[in-house]
């Protein structure tokens, strides 16, 4: 196994283990105390947290996602890992 196929399993377990976090429920905490999953659509999503516990924990949460979907990309290409076509 070269370097760019190790790199690719850990960032590949790296984006899985980031993509478990669920910022929507951290962000309720920090902001709101209420539990999404049990208000509202009882979806974990940002539009969910906008609606039930206001503007500033909805933003953050979109933010503290997309960030979770952009990170193990932008790790990629500054390794310079090889783009899958």
Known sequence: MNSNQTYIVILTAAAYLLGTIPFALINCRLFGRVDPRKTGNSNLGAANVFRKIGKK???????????????????ARLLDLPVWS
Do not use: R
Not at 62 to 72: C, E, M, Q, R, V
């Open 57 to 75: 924990a909805g933003i953050a949460t979109g933010i503290s996602d997309a960030a979770k979907g952009l990170t193990p990309i932008v790790i």
